[in-house]
């Protein structure tokens, strides 16, 4: 299989990668959603050899975790995984110089990796969920947190070789109308690769390197074959899956909305979620890095746990249990909730005290308990609740982790007190009765009232004269004393 999967990048041309990606595109359960993944060690270890993936086939999760375990058990245990944004193998058929015109290849570190590696392993078609896991997975696998770097760090960084690590490196990507940026950005990408291995070597200390992309940057010509007229059968295309998309979305809008995140206290609800979407990003590197987390809290086969919710008469906690999101392995989404009596008002509130992030020992805090409330028998619900744009989610102070954090929610209602049933009660929205719309229609009509007032006054000020000339009479005098 490895040495199969190796001449991708060696010698063989490059129509074996072409018909690799067409025929996994030819896969009856095949989508253009997958991404290629590259190992190989510095070592030169063979490794276990697995049943080869079959033409079309698309390794999915598990199946990856059976591949990096069988090489991390006999191979280094210090792993450098080099991260893309978006990767296929359109991107190494198109600049991998494989036709033959090798001086234009914008791999040459890579291939040279390759070269010195004896069974490198490399899979034309992972489903990119599975990609997007890796380091989730090689973090369960080694036992160790992911860190990431750049090449300068690595340089001051004095490596082990007993001691396991996971080295992650994040590389960029460009796929806009200008093919030479996205063939410049590669070309950049591979000198960084061949930075890091360099350091590597020069330190002595043997690796295990992964190359991937978090998801797919082509779209993927799909191909279905029908029955047509008189049994004949006719070839359809659809780009990048849309079509499939389209179809499935229309089914759920069909099916209706989706049932929100409910905890319930002895057989009780007392508090429900809901929202359309839902993201965090990171900075890192001076770049944003978002995870969509609606898949997994939200629609048909989400369950996610809410292990260490609780609730009573005047507190409400929510709290939701991810694994590997961003790198971190476990990641807590926490949503803090009080009630109280006001006596300005003479009702009780409740209120959104705090968005809190919990992952690997660290707690990033958002106050929301200014801008999210609503009357304690009512849930409340806004269109956009973030912390980045018009935030209602503020960091709780100026040293807060939260500076380093986006959290963001589309369509997003919540309560947490006086539920009755699964369902929410009314819900008070955060748009107040003067929005901007309603504000520039005063000020407009405001302005034309305005205007036509100041011309009824000027037309209410002009005079009639008091004498006409007649041509058939005397001309007037008018003297000029007058």
């Known amino acids: 299989m490895a040495s199969s999967g190796s001449v991708v990048l060696r010698s063989i041309p490059a129509v074996y990668a072409v018909l690799l990606a067409l025929s996994a595109s030819l896969h009856p359960g095949g989508c253009s959603e997958q991404v290629p993944l590259i190992m190989w060690s510095s070592e030169g270890i063979f490794w276990p050899q697995a049943s080869p993936p079959t033409a079309g086939h698309i390794v999915g999760q598990q199946q990856l975790t059976s591949y990096l375990q069988k090489a991390l058990d006999v191979g280094p245990r210090n792993v450098v ?47 990119w969920p599975a990609s997007n896991a890796v380091i989730s997975q ?137 929202a359309k979407g839902l993201s965090v990003s990171i900075l890192r590197g001076g770049r944003w890095e978002e995870h969509d987390l609606t898949p997994s809290t939200f629609g048909e086969g989400a369950n996610v746990p809410i292990n260490g919710s609780s609730c009573d008469k005047n507190k409400a906690r929510l709290v939701l249990n991810y694994k590997g999101v961003l790198g971190h392995r476990n990641f807590k989404l926490i949503f803090a909730m009080s009630q109280r009596h006001y006596k300005v008002s003479s009702r009780r509130w409740f209120t959104l005290d705090s968005v809190e992030l919990e992952y690997d020992g660290t707690k990033a805090t958002f106050n929301g308990s200014r801008e999210i409330y609503a009357p304690a028998e009512y849930s409340f619900r806004c269109q956009s609740v973030t912390s980045d744009r018009w935030p209602l989610l503020v960091p709780r102070s100026a040293k807060d982790p939260a500076n380093q954090w986006k959290v963001s929610f589309e369509d997003f209602q919540i309560q947490g007190f006086n539920l009755s049933g699964s369902e929410f009660s009314y819900a008070s929205d955060c748009a107040g009765f003067f929005s901007a719309g309603i504000w520039m229609g005063l000020m407009t009509s405001l302005l034309m009232v305005l205007v036509l007032t100041y011309g009824l006054h000027m037309i209410m000020q002009l005079n009639t004269m008091d004498r006409f000339d007649d041509p058939k009479g005397p001309a007037i005098s008018v003297p000029q004393t007058e």
Request: net charge negative; aromatic share 8%; with cysteine.
């Open 81 to 127: 995984l080099f991260l893309q944004d978006k990767m296929s193998m359109e991107d190494f058929t198109k600049y991998g110089g494989v036709f033959g015109n090798k001086q234009d290849s914008v791999f040459p570190s890579l291939e040279g990796a390759l070269r010195a590696a004896v069974s490198p392993l490399v899979l034309p078609a992972v489903s």
């Open 138 to 274: 090689l973090q369960d696998q080694l036992e160790t947190s992911a860190l990431y770097m750049d090449p300068e760090t690595l340089s001051q960084l004095r490596l082990n070789a007993s001691s396991p690590a996971l080295l992650v490196f994040r590389l960029p990507y460009s796929a806009g109308a200008d093919l030479m940026s996205t063939k410049d950005i590669l070309s950049e990408n591979d000198a960084v690769m061949g930075q890091v291995l360099n350091i590597m070597k020069t330190q002595s200390v043997p690796y295990t390197a992964l190359y991937t992309g978090l998801q797919p940057s082509r779209e993927v010509v799909s191909f279905s074959v029908e029955a047509g007229p008189g049994g004949g059968r006719s070839l359809l295309q659809a780009r990048g899956g849309y079509r499939e998309r389209e179809r499935q979305s229309r089914i759920r809008e069909r099916a209706g909305v989706y049932r929100p995140v409910e905890f319930k206290e002895e057989e009780k609800t007392c508090i429900l979620l809901w």
